[in-house]
């Protein structure tokens, strides 16, 4: 039973991926109706819209060192729950905006509001996990962004962008209301020296009757350790190589083109004169996203991070190639399927491993002491370089064209495999502080 319900709560903890997934695929199914003015009284111009696109992901840069230090004074839950209401405020601008303003401003509150999710979700999902479970649990918010997107997709390619909007702006209710009943992190009531509490919420997720005096003493443990300076703790060797290492794998999460392939769907399918309907055809991409994240999942405690990694940036490298070559020399070739082939491998191979695993490692890799500010920080660099792609991508691709884009995706898929195959550790199996261990003997 304790297996069933640390998994009931891991899922619904991260609940908030599924809002965010909602938030990055809402943009691809409206643009046509935004833009032709049947969705609002006004119309956004080129710039506009990109900036509609990609305000979210500032929102979310903006959120992540805020919320990294809530969550380590408040709990990850309570600072989840606190986030909730904005976020539907938010959702009410969008839904209600008369003026391009007010879209502009909903977006960046939506995009705070689930950007914030990015740190907070993965850190208390692997935080209620046993050893054996974090993997699998750690990819829980990944799916859940992928199925947010899948739901975007599906609603807003049949509904009118108004429903549309109703239909998103109701999930941080739900999860309002589910995440109520959670318990909090363990490893945070015993870090802030309450063991009585940190056993009833480990009790909670083991089984009234398990015995978890071994895990408890561990995460009293950690608690205890003299508390150093801010300053001190982010300066120490085996902060800044966990920094390295998830800064790295943020970067190559954004620079192999995700973003701009999510938010653009539609238009990638409709310049490439694609046979199947764009909205069908980026269903077509959400379900693919979906299923080969459910892949990952059964399979990341087996394979391990690592190979994983190395095989997403070997799909990405092939399937961008394959772009740049497309748009370059057969686009008026008659075989407009390429690239949905072509998108749906460089999904299949994100999903499997670029999608979940910085997200997982982002919370492996760091001592609980720092863990919520430099997860914070990786968090920020991430929203960072997706605002930098989302903007530039309309942009690069009318000055430069979609060859030329595709080729700098391509590029960025093939420093990441190197950079996986020669820097990244393996952590699968390994407990927090069995990883601390490994790092630090590396790092000396």
């Known amino acids: 039973m304790g297996t069933a319900t640390q998994f009931i709560v891991g899922f619904i903890g991260a609940l908030g991926a599924f809002c965010l997934g909602a938030v990055i695929g809402w943009s691809g199914p409206v643009e046509n109706e935004v ?142 209301i589910l995440m109520i009943f959670m318990p909090e992190s363990p490893i945070f009531l015993a870090q802030k020296g309450k063991p009585e509490k940190a056993e009833k919420s480990l009790k909670f997720l083991r089984g009234k009757d398990a015995d978890v005096s071994g895990e408890l003493k561990e995460m009293s443990a950690e608690g205890q350790k003299e508390k150093a300076s801010v300053g001190k703790i982010l300066c120490r060797r085996i902060t800044l190589k966990g920094l390295f290492l998830s800064i790295g794998l943020m970067l190559f999460q954004q620079m192999t083109g995700i973003n701009a392939i999510i938010f653009y769907s539609t238009f990638i399918f409709e310049t490439a004169g694609s046979t199947l309907e764009p909205r069908i055809s980026t269903i077509i991409v959400g379900i693919v996203q979906a299923i080969a994240t459910i892949i990952s999942i059964l399979v990341i405690e087996k394979v391990g991070r690592k190979i994983l990694l190395l095989l997403s940036a070997c799909m990405m490298g092939i399937s961008t190639l394959i772009m740049a070559l497309y748009f370059g020399m057969l686009k008026d070739s008659g075989v407009g399927w390429l690239a949905l082939i072509a998108v749906c491998v460089f999904i299949i191979g994100f999903s499997l491993g670029f999608g979940p695993v910085p997200w997982l490692m982002m919370a492996e890799l760091f001592a609980e002491d720092v863990k919520a500010l430099a997860g914070s920080i990786a968090g920020t660099t991430n929203w960072c370089f997706a605002f930098i792609v989302t903007l530039l991508f309309p942009v690069l691709n009318d000055m430069i064209g979609a060859t030329a884009c595709f080729a700098i995706f391509f590029g960025f898929a093939v420093a990441a495999f190197v950079f996986i195959l020669f820097l990244i550790p393996e952590t699968k199996g390994k407990t927090l502080n069995e990883i601390q261990a490994k790092m630090g003997e590396k790092g000396e």
């Open 35 to 176: 833009k032709k003015s049947n969705a609002y009284s006004f119309t956004p111009g080129q710039t506009e819209w990109g900036l509609v696109g990609s305000l979210m992901t500032l929102g979310a840069a903006f959120s992540c060192i805020p919320v990294g230090v809530l969550i380590g004074k408040i709990g990850r839950k309570i600072t989840m729950l606190i986030l909730l209401p904005p976020f539907f405020i938010g959702w009410l601008l969008i839904l209600l905006a008369s003026h391009i303003a007010m879209l502009l401003v909903g977006r960046f509150i939506v995009g705070f509001c689930g950007g914030a999710f990015c740190v907070a979700c993965p850190m208390y999902v692997t935080e209620i996990a046993q050893v054996q479970y974090r993997g699998t649990m750690g990819c829980f918010f990944q799916l859940l962004i992928v199925f947010g997107i899948l739901y975007a997709f599906v609603v807003g390619g049949f509904v009118k962008t108004f429903y549309f909007n109703i239909a998103c702006a109701i999930l941080p209710v739900i999860f309002f």
